[in-house]
């Protein structure tokens, strides 16, 4: 299949993976309710801790109180960027032996499994990530999502998302690639999802972690998920210092996407297919 053919085929199964997802409406709204839910409790831990640190510690760590608030709701936005585990479709047919009919496609395997998971990732997630900022702008003074530092910051912020979109797709299919033609449980990659969404500042602000730790965490490619484009958006790092971290992410997206093609290739080389 030549290259206009595969980007033809790329954009109707991505359009037709997204149709797919909008049909789970009911698990947008829960998913939104869950994550109003823990972005409330997060709001009201650092207000405390905040207001009662022993000498006002906790206002001297380049972070203040609004920005760690509007930091955990856009957070919880673009939590469904990342994947907590692979794509259920994709990991049926690595369990159930339908590799072997996906081999028969005359498109590339890891094109075609990179555009049905980045679909199936957008798919209902663009709904809750909206409404939980929604929500977020909604919430009463000292609880409330802020607003971008300037217009330059949200413009930042934007392309950034998108950079977070393409690196949390690479490392999903990165992982997709490893758990390939493995038969002793799903542990490990469930374990490398669970430290990228750690490393990814979703569960607590990057800033906030030991002032020794933040030059390799800023150079870690999970940062890229979640942490860089909301530092972008409030304000603590400034839209002149954008183009290093968006570079870093496109650069940690590019390494993720050729070592997932590269793996994939050497399992396929050496996959199994048993049934019939």
């Known amino acids: 299949m030549n290259f206009r053919n595969t980007c033809r085929a790329c954009r109707s199964l991505f359009r037709i993976r997204m149709a797919e997802g909008l049909q789970y409406r009911v698990s947008a709204i829960s998913g939104t309710m869950v994550g109003v839910f823990w972005a409330l409790i997060e709001c009201v831990l650092f207000t405390v801790f905040y207001t009662y640190s022993e000498n006002g510690s906790w206002n001297n760590n380049g972070l203040s109180l609004p920005q760690a608030i509007s930091y955990v709701w856009l957070a919880q936005g673009l939590f469904v960027l990342q994947s907590m585990n692979i794509d259920s479709e994709i990991m049926g047919k690595i369990n159930n032996g339908d590799v072997g009919i996906e081999l028969c496609r005359p498109m590339n395997l890891y094109t075609h499994w990179f555009v049905k998971s980045s679909a199936g990732k957008l798919g209902t997630s663009w709904m809750r990530g909206l409404s939980t900022v929604l929500i977020?702008?909604?919430?009463?003074?000292?609880?409330?999502?802020?607003?971008?530092?300037?217009?330059?910051?949200?413009?930042?912020?934007?392309?950034?998302?998108?950079?977070?979109?393409?690196?949390?797709?690479?490392?999903?299919?990165?992982?997709?690639?490893?758990?390939?033609?493995?038969?002793?449980?799903?542990?490990?990659?469930?374990?490398?999802?669970?430290?990228?969404?750690?490393?990814?500042?979703?569960?607590?602000?990057?800033?906030?972690?030991?002032?020794?730790?933040?030059?390799?965490?800023?150079?870690?490619?999970?940062?890229?998920?979640?942490?860089?484009?909301?530092?972008?958006?409030?304000?603590?790092?400034?839209?002149?210092?954008?183009?290093?971290?968006?570079?870093?992410?496109?650069?940690?997206?590019?390494?993720?996407?050729?070592?997932?093609?590269?793996?994939?290739?050497?399992r396929l080389h050496s996959i199994i297919v048993q049934g019939g």
């Not at 030991?210 to 490619?221: A, G």
């Not at 954008?242 to 997932?260: H, K, N």
């Open 136 to 266: 977020g702008l909604l919430m009463p003074a000292g609880y409330a999502l802020g607003g971008p530092a300037s217009l330059p910051a949200l413009f930042c912020f934007l392309l950034s998302v998108v950079m977070a979109f393409v690196l949390c797709s690479s490392f999903a299919m990165l992982v997709t690639a490893i758990r390939l033609n493995i038969t002793w449980g799903d542990g490990p990659t469930y374990m490398l999802l669970l430290v990228s969404g750690v490393l990814s500042g979703t569960y607590l602000p990057l800033r906030l972690w030991p002032e020794s730790m933040q030059t390799f965490l800023y150079l870690q490619p999970f940062g890229g998920f979640a942490d860089i484009p909301l530092q972008l958006y409030i304000g603590s790092v400034a839209p002149a210092a954008a183009l290093p971290g968006i570079g870093l992410q496109l650069l940690w997206s590019l390494i993720f996407i050729a070592a997932g093609r590269f793996i994939m290739q050497r």
